[in-house]
């Protein structure tokens, strides 16, 4: 059977996601600032997802958010982000980790910086993965098709 996967690569040479994110429009100007490289995908890695994000000057990771059922993990690379939680806020530098189990922190990363910030993020695909944003009007439910479905939190679809 051929190999269409390559074998390796350097990853900052991987092509960039074509769309910066599937947030509805109200939500996109806070995340404009990131790019992301799916690096599992790459090599056709099915069970968890790896991107290389980039985090330009005043950008978002995403919005403050938990999942119902995927883990998430995070390895700063370069740059200094700010993690929040629902605990608080940590500065962050390279070398640092922080992983957010299924259900547990709401958490998102923040360059408050004036330099890019680069991380790896990894994270499982668990089907029927529902997400919460506790401060905005907003939640997400993964489709059977591997699309999230974003809806108003009263179950109104955007």
């Known amino acids: 059977m051929p190999q269409t996967s390559p074998i390796a690569i350097m990853a900052e040479n991987a092509e960039p996601r074509k769309k910066s994110s599937g947030y509805p429009a109200p939500f996109l100007p806070r995340v404009?600032?990131?790019?992301?490289?799916?690096?599992?995908?790459?090599?056709?890695?099915?069970?968890?997802?790896?991107?290389?994000?980039?985090?330009?000057?005043?950008?978002?990771?995403?919005?403050?958010?938990?999942?119902?059922?995927?883990?998430?993990?995070v390895y700063i690379i370069s740059g200094r982000p700010t993690l929040i939680t629902d605990?608080?806020?940590?500065?962050?530098?390279?070398?640092?980790?922080?992983?957010?189990?299924?259900?547990?922190?709401?958490?998102q990363l923040v360059n408050r910086t004036h330099e890019p910030v680069i991380y790896l993020e990894i994270g499982d695909r668990s089907p029927g993965d529902k997400v919460v944003y506790p401060h905005d009007d907003l939640q997400a439910v993964l489709a059977p098709e591997g699309q999230w479905v974003f809806l108003r939190k009263n179950g109104q679809p955007y």
Do not use: I, W
């Not at 390279?94 to 299924?102: D, N, S």
């Open 87 to 107: 605990r608080g806020e940590t500065q962050l530098s390279p070398g640092m980790c922080a992983g957010f189990p299924a259900g547990g922190l709401a958490h």
């Open 32 to 73: 404009a600032g990131r790019t992301k490289r799916p690096l599992g995908d790459l090599f056709g890695l099915k069970n968890f997802g790896v991107n290389l994000t980039t985090l330009a000057p005043g950008a978002e990771s995403a919005l403050l958010h938990r999942h119902k059922t995927q883990d998430e993990f």
